[in-house]
């Protein structure tokens, strides 16, 4: 059991550390706008599969990370992360019934909302969204969600992480 | 019993747990605390710069499909292709020596009539050169993440150029990596001329990378299409003459006292690669560092 705690860490660490690298992956313009944020969706799934490892505190220091690999305000995507993660935790129970089609409207909700906190942060300090693209990724993580959901899921049922 | 078994279970798929909101309230409050502190009074770049470092290997790993992707166009290029380009830049290199006569004669000439004039020398800067890492995912704000760092000697206020123009200026500066602000970015203001009239303004950037904005020009200001602009030197940041962009727009509105001017950026800021950094002589880069900040650096 400890070994397998041990290597579901790893593995973990790993699905984000490759979320990150897909978030920062140069692409043209058309691509870009709908390009999900890859981070927040992988924090997602890991808050619905386990929500007793994988607090909001987690999602909270990810989100540091995060803003500091993107130059971020410090604390700006740790809070829109927290939320998400709030959000996914108190709705795990429910979204675990749905096929993951039905789950990916619940996962454009949440990236929405982290999408607002992010650029109504950045309105605040000076930095006001233009127009609405700003919430196309959540549209795009909600197409994707399916595919990651399967991806995430055979990865967690194949090191038997719990 | 057996009954309430089931209708208690769907109760637990609504259930909301009271402890997640209390944790959610303390982490926003920390978030909340955090970015006060980091927008306000900047204490926390030691942290930030800590935590930057450990990231670095990321950038690069990143970067790691582009740069294959070059690799391979220049190691599988074929022999008549490389021939070619090979021909282009020796006629290239040909056509900027014979520019590079004149501007040695050029700059003893302005050098020996400023000494005239008594006024200061320009003394030629230094210039190093960086690679993009990483550009900043929100599009309204135009920063970008360069290779190098303290280490080799950037600062804060330090002029970025590509080889056609001014991109912008160093905003922060950690270990290994800084922090730019591009020209475009909806914060960021530089102090030029108009190369043909020698009129003064600002070029404020507008979230577009073609577009500039020039304000506080007169209606009644000689200003072109085609006009180029240059860095005027003033505020101290930026050294003087350096191409920044050409008007692309002159509107006249009777009703108000300024024209409405815009200017397209010569550098090309959507697709830098490589930059070069400016290194001011310090006498010279030292007093105004805070005169040419950005709204918000």
Redesign the interface.
């Known amino acids: 059991m400890t070994t397998a705690h041990a290597t579901g860490g790893w593995v973990i660490a790993c699905s984000f550390l490759l979320a990150f690298l897909a978030s920062s992956v140069p692409l043209p313009d058309e691509l870009s706008r709908f390009w999900p944020d890859w981070v927040a969706m992988v924090l997602i799934y890991w808050r619905l599969a386990l929500p007793h490892r994988f607090g909001i505190g987690t999602g909270w220091w990810i989100g540091l990370l995060v803003d500091v690999g993107r130059g971020a305000l410090l604390g700006q995507h740790a809070l829109a992360f927290a939320a998400v993660a709030y959000l996914a935790g108190q709705t795990h129970r429910r979204l675990r019934l749905f096929s993951p089609w039905r789950q990916a409207f619940s996962v454009l909700v949440f990236l929405l909302v982290k999408q607002f906190l992010v650029f109504w942060i950045s309105g605040v300090i000076g930095y006001p969204p233009r127009d609405g693209w700003y919430l196309a990724p959540a549209v795009g993580g909600m197409i994707c969600w399916p595919l990651l959901f399967v991806v995430l899921r055979d990865v967690r049922r194949y090191f038997q992480i719990t | 019993m057996a009954a309430l078994k089931p209708s208690r279970r769907i109760h637990?798929?609504?259930?909301?747990?009271p402890q997640?909101?209390l944790?959610?309230g303390l982490?926003?409050a920390?978030?909340?605390?955090?970015?006060t502190?980091?927008?306000r009074y900047h204490t926390?770049d030691g942290?930030?710069a800590v935590?930057?470092t450990g990231?670095y290997p990321?950038?690069y790993?990143?970067r790691a499909?582009?740069d294959l992707r070059d690799w391979l166009r220049t190691n599988l290029a074929g022999r008549t292709v490389l021939l070619d380009e090979n021909a282009q830049l020796r006629e290239k290199q040909i056509f900027l020596n014979a520019q590079l006569q004149k501007l040695t004669t050029l700059e003893a000439e302005n050098r020996r009539l400023r000494s005239l004039l008594e006024s200061a020398v320009n003394t030629p800067e230094r210039v190093l050169i960086a690679e993009l890492l990483?550009?900043?995912?929100?599009?309204?704000?135009h920063?970008i993440?360069l290779n190098r760092g303290r280490q080799h000697g950037l600062y804060v206020g330090q002029p970025v150029l590509d080889q056609q123009g001014v991109i912008g200026q160093i905003i922060?500066v950690d270990p290994l990596t800084a922090?730019a602000i591009l020209i475009t970015d909806?914060?960021h203001a530089l102090p030029i001329q108009i190369n043909r009239t020698g009129a003064r303004t600002l070029a404020l950037g507008t979230?577009h990378f073609q577009e500039l904005e020039l304000p506080h020009i007169p209606n009644n200001e000689d200003v072109k299409v085609g006009d180029l602009l240059v860095t005027s030197g003033m505020g101290g940041r930026f050294p003087r003459g350096y191409p920044v962009g050409t008007v692309t727009k002159v509107e006249f509105d009777p009703g108000s006292p300024f024209a409405h001017i815009v200017a397209r950026p010569v550098a090309q800021l959507d697709r830098i690669r490589e930059v070069l950094l400016l290194e001011n002589a310090p006498d010279t880069a030292q007093p105004a560092a805070a005169a040419a900040a950005p709204?918000?650096p």
């Open positions: 637990d798929l609504f259930a909301v747990n997640a909101t944790q959610l982490w926003v920390l978030s909340i605390v955090l970015m502190v980091d927008h926390l942290a930030r935590l930057a990231l990321l950038h790993l990143a499909p582009a990483a550009v900043d995912f929100d599009p309204y704000r920063h993440l922060r922090t909806p914060n979230g709204a918000q």
